[in-house]
């Protein structure tokens, strides 16, 4: 269609419309690990599979899932280094907003700051998107809330979604197993179940990570005994 | 012509005008500066800090109960004096940069890491922003007491304290402080120097707070000692015997009343 010859270029758009770098950065994530997010009534859990590039690597020391606030946590799909890029930036657009209006900034406005950045590397000169999809879970006054920010800089707040290499998969899972009253724990069985669908191989609290949040406000990554735990109750 | 905004630093030109204004006679406004009495001391399981709480601008008492131990990590608290506006501004901004390195690290924050960041940002304002600090707290290295002078000086001591009232406190210590001190010996010696600040020192003066830091545990006693509580209410309330007699009553209406009648058609739109 002559797409092609639009595509060296992130910022020029093609005959049909579309920017090609940024489809090419959405098929990055799709290529990447799965996660996935699902909002209970009364929390957010988020998941990822972790699966590293051989035995030898010391899985202790890879976390995929971050805080960017005590409220607010974050997991991805896709480029693990842009990931931490982004990571900091949002860390520090939130430290900023609580010393400006000490308040922890709510969820939204993070998400939305985030976005902003990841919009921004689509339309300057010299740069790449980022090669990630996020899935941002947060507790602030207005309740749980989970959000998916992708390349382009779009963002939609989700009752459940998934991202990565078995997303059609898992979000059919999601469609049929999820309900509006379901609890944290449900939750976190759910988010392991799906994982389970399209994993490769056994499935162990050393190849997942999980990280909660609940009525308490403050978001935790699950330690390796924890999801022994859960996937023990899952069997 | 457009202005293109200052690259960063602080810009001298308007203390070169203040100096100037000064030498014409000028009188300078007065800050609200803190008096004030801070001590910090060491003791056997970690630090206490201790402050009192008066603000003073010039000879009036600004705030009877102003808090001036800052919170800077969970492990590490700040006492401040100097200019009020300036020890907030400055440990408000550096708590928040430690919190930023906590993210990123993901360790608990070191005092030496408070102090380089205080210090570092006091001496590029050359003295200027006036804020003399007590930093105390206990990190994974153990316990650490500092001293931050205004221009950007420290010292590290198992007790010191800052302020106006900093000599009265300190003759308490050097007669009263001795190594491997229990937590209530350690609290008493420090109410005891920031009483004798209170007492013996105009700047300084109302109640006592402390902060007591240990290994993983933190208490801020906020008001541990109140030494000069207000007795000029009285007790009983008041009662009045006599009330007043009404002999007339006028009222005269401010404005006049005005009647309002639709002549006409309403304008267009």
Known sequence: MGDSQYSFSLTTFSPSGKLVQIEHALTAVGSGQTSLGIKASN????????????????????????????????????????????????????????????????????????????????????????????????????????????????????????????????????????????ELDDAIHTAILTLKEGFEGEISSKNIEIGKIGADKVFRVLTPAEIDDYLAEVE | MSEVPPKGGFSFDLCKRNDMLIQKGLKAPSFLKTGTTIVGLIFKDGVILGADTRATEGPIVADKNCEKIHYMAPNIYCCGAGTAADTEAVTDMVSSQLRLHRYQTGRDSRVITALTLLKKHLFSYQGHVSAALVLGGVDITGPHLHTIYPHGSTDTLPFATMGSGSLAAMSVFEAKYKEGLTRDEGIKLVAEAICSGIFNDLGSGSNVDICVITKGNKEYLRNYMEPNPRTYVSSKGYSFTKKTEVLRTKITPLMERVEITEVGEAMEE
């Open chain 1, 43 to 182: 929390g957010v859990v988020i998941a990822t599979e972790k699966k590293l590039p051989s035995i030898l690597v010391d899985e202790a020391s890879v976390q995929k899932i971050q805080h960017l606030t005590p409220n607010i946590g974050v997991v991805y799909s896709g480029m693990g280094p842009d990931f931490r890029v982004l990571v900091r930036k949002s860390r520090k657009q939130a430290e900023q907003y609580n010393r400006l209006y000490k308040e922890p900034i709510p969820v939204t406005q993070l998400v939305r700051e985030t976005a902003t950045v990841m919009q921004e590397f689509t339309q300057s000169g010299g740069v790449r998107p980022f090669g990630v999809s996020l899935l941002v879970a947060g507790y602030d006054d207005k309740g749980p809330q989970l959000y998916q920010v992708d390349p382009s800089g779009s963002y939609f707040s989700w009752k459940a979604s998934a991202m990565g290499k078995n997303v059609s998969n898992a979000k059919t899972f999601l469609e049929k197993r999820y309900t509006e009253d379901m």
